[in-house]
């Protein structure tokens, strides 16, 4: 209940808020934008892992988390020159991350799942034993 | 040889008790036999050992024979040696324990035939003479302190022996606790001992205490001061005499054995034995000879009025060890050693009759319930008499002579307020010795109808015991002090025998001994000593009455009354025992006790509830932060999540300034 609530308070603040941010800066051709989206994009992904109950949605939210930095990251590396192709390695370390995360924990949602019977975490409650 | 009978003497009781405490029960009514006959050999060895001392064969000689059994505690500098000492001091004092024990033990059987407890009896009398023959015997201040507290525990045992009489287990518990308070003087002065000396044997300490300019981080009177402590606790001298008389709740032969003749003496011996100590401590030993001196008069006083036979002789006791501190005091150290067996041997003897007398009217102990029993128990009657006249000082019996003498040196070693107020104490105990006899023995009997027919003499095996006290109670005295031929050397045995231990601390003292003049000063002194013991005595017989042979005068009862009546204060002050045991019991009962209260309230209050106080208020933060810990994954994100929101928003707040 608790979680459903705070998840639809803090989702809206974050959209609206970043949309604002967006709005201000102004221009679609500019790294404002990008980070607006990629802003978004993380609040959606937050939003997800905080209100859904079902272990494999939780981590389509974690990947959805780590492409909005993932994009925030790759638009630094095109507008700021300085850079140079530090964003775009970083951006591919982060994707290599993702998928060994990705891969580690549906293993453990599973194994959890072959003992629970079930996918929902809020009755994986054995950590409070 | 005597590398191994010296051993033996304390190892036979040593068996005794074990034998007795393990398989007594089982024995009933013969479980004397062990005990007795192990005190009986230990007898006969102890007096071949102490005559081969007091002749000075070999290997015994002028400084005594030292044996060391085993290294008790090597433990780098602090080394300490279970030894024994035999020297001429030892040999006195073996004579008086061995011999008083013996006798004692053979009184018991008779005694304490009809007590359940019997084999008991016969355990802890064995575990007193090891200790008190350790104690003699023991050539090292550390296991003079084992035997010294060893004393201490069987004295605790026999006072408490009927421990189902609450007066007795009080009596018990107080003379252990005010035990204590001397032993810890003791304990200390042992200390001292060793940081001045580096070393706990007796001997070798004693030299270098008192060398010729030896740097002490811990000055001799200091150390004389620590060990006469823990001699006044055992000694029972003022302040802390008030455990003896109520010692007497126990079985009258430990009265006599370890209340009159023995373990009360150790204060004696240790002072005794450590003389240079005291002779080299400057005015600490005056120290001595006034706490004394004291003591001899102010248990004296009390003896006056008492009504309790056992306590009337327990003041006497007192009294008496004043006079062997006193006499101690003044520097008289063979005069105490002398007064120490005399009085040993007729103060036992007394005892012992009191005891018999005891047994005789049915366990009553109140003087005002006996009179007239002369006839009808003549032995003990007989034996008492002995006694008494010893006591008090009449030629030619024991006490007389140590009396005497140490009135006398008291005199001619300048102390003549020692002198003076001795002199009052041997008028009181002439006169409370005769107030006693007078009272039993003398005049009507006031003995309780129903028991009047029943009194009997004691049986011949608590006779005897009685009969062999009393020889020793007329002939020491003379036979110990007698300069001239065949006995003597111009000195007197006794004195020729302890010369070799006291000469240190005589010329330390640097007190000449000038020769005895009978027709000078000590025939003047000698003269007073038996005028005022004479005085005392005829007091005594005009207020108590007298039936001797050819002197019958009745006791006079009005006259007491009036003469109480004219010193008011004074009667009721000894009475009331001058108060002592009504000032303990407000210092350390009722002020004692409102202290503790303080303190139990202070630590229940204080010190418990901080600590309490701040476990609960741990545990109830606890129980109000685990709400936190929900065990869902979920809850710890939002947390994360939280917490990057105010990192962020944060940032973004102060970047903006």
Redesign the interface.
Known sequence: MIRVIAGAILAPVFIVGLGLIGLAAGGSRSLDAYLVLSGILFAIGMFGFLARRNAISMLMSIELMLNAVNLAIVAFGSFIPKLGAGGSVIALLVMAVAAAEATVGLSIVIAIYRNRKTPLVDEYDAMRQ | MFGFLVPVIIGLPLFGFLFTALVGRRLGKRAHLVPVGAVGIAWLIGMWVVFNALTGAQPFGEGGFATRLYSWIPAGAFHVDVGFLVDNLTACLLIVVLTIGFLVHVYSIGYMSHDPGYWRFFAYLNLFMVSMLLLVLADSFLVLFVAWELVGLSSYLLIGFWKHKPSAALAAKKAFIVNRVGDVGFALGIMAIFVDTGTLNIQDSITRLTAEGAALPIPIWVVALLVFAGAMGKSAQFPLHVWLPDAMEGPTPVSALIHAATMVNAGVYLVARTNPIFAAGGDAIVVVAAIGIFTAILAASIAMTQTDIKRVLAYSTLSQLGYMFASLGVGAFTAAIFHLMTHGFFKGLLFLGSGSVIHAVHDEQDMRRMGGLASKIPHTYRTMLIGSIAIAGIPPLAGFFSKDEILGEAFKNGFQWVWLIGIVVAVMTAFYMFRLIGLTFWGESRVDPAVEPNIHESPSVMMTPLWLLAIPSILLGLVLSWPGPPLGNGTGLLAGWLEPVFQHGHELLGRAEPAFQLFGIDGGLLLVSIVVAVLGMVAAWRLFGVSLSGLQWRPNPERVRALTARVPFLYRASLNKWWFDDLNHLIFIVIGGRVGAFAWWFDRRVVDDTVNDIAATTVDAGKELRRV???????Y??GI?LGL?VMAGSFLVLAAR
């Open positions: 810990q929900t065990g869902r994954v979920q809850n994100a939002l999540a929101i």
